[in-house]
């Protein structure tokens, strides 16, 4: 809602547009939601006035790194999707996917790219095998990491070849909730190089009735460093 854009201006920098519901009202409200966005200085990913804008890569600028934002959604209407001539989301067409991916360094000189997917299903604690299979075309192309959401919990995390893939951080803010596992997700804090991930902890968000999260006392929480042989359980970052 317009209604929500400064306080998202404030406290983010981005937000991803391909899910399964950023088209619930229609093309036409999705380029109006486009605009707002703009006029708001908040930037986006994962969805574009056609086609080739929301396959476009969400470049940002930290301490002399660019990093590319990828996004994609895998989960039904894909009558979501963008087309050559009209406002929506990204699929991800295995082929489209490795061809952002590779565009992003070659053409819009990024130093890492790292691909945010909408994938799985609901309320599994694990990653099915598209999933992993997607992720790991998406690191053979060269990605530097894979962060998921969707399920509405927290799924498992691996490394594969010495990169992490977060299949879902679950949820953070969410009024309508079925179970205690919906009601905890994560919030991923990545340090990076040039050469990719260093290193991430995490903080465990614990949502109340309301819907609003908070951090969870004495919780530990997925952290991993590179060299490392499997994701570990660190004490939760303040």
């Known amino acids: ?4 854009l400064p306080v998202l201006k404030r406290h983010f920098d981005a937000v991803a547009l391909a899910n399964n519901h950023s088209g619930d009202y229609g093309r036409e409200a999705f380029a109006e939601m486009l605009g707002l966005l703009k006029a708001a200085g908040l930037a986006q990913f994962g969805g574009g006035h056609n086609l080739a804008e929301a396959h476009t890569p969400l470049i940002l600028e930290r301490k002399g790194l660019r990093i590319a934002l990828l996004g994609y959604n895998e989960f039904m209407p894909r009558s979501f999707e963008a087309d050559h001539n009209a406002p929506g989301s990204a699929w991800s067409e295995d082929e489209q996917v490795v061809a952002d991916i590779k565009a992003a360094r070659s053409v819009h000189k990024a130093d890492l790219v790292i691909p945010v997917m909408h994938w799985g299903w609901e309320n599994e604690l694990t990653a099915n095998a598209r999933q992993r299979q997607l992720a790991r075309t998406m690191i053979d192309a060269g990605a530097d990491a894979v962060i998921g959401g ?3 919990v927290t799924q498992d995390i691996e490394h594969y070849k010495g990169k992490p893939v977060v299949y879902s951080v679950g949820n953070f803010v969410m009024k ?7 009601r905890l997700g994560w919030v991923l804090r990545l340090q990076l190089d040039k050469t990719g991930v260093v290193a991430f902890d995490s903080v465990v968000a614990q949502i109340d009735m309301d819907g609003l999260p908070s951090p969870k006392p004495a919780a530990t929480s997925p952290c991993w460093r590179r060299g490392q042989a499997d994701v570990g359980q660190c004490p939760s970052v303040p």
């Open 150 to 152: 969707h399920p509405h």
């Open 176 to 182: 309508e909730t079925d179970n205690a596992n919906q």
């Open 1 to 4: 809602h317009p209604r929500s």
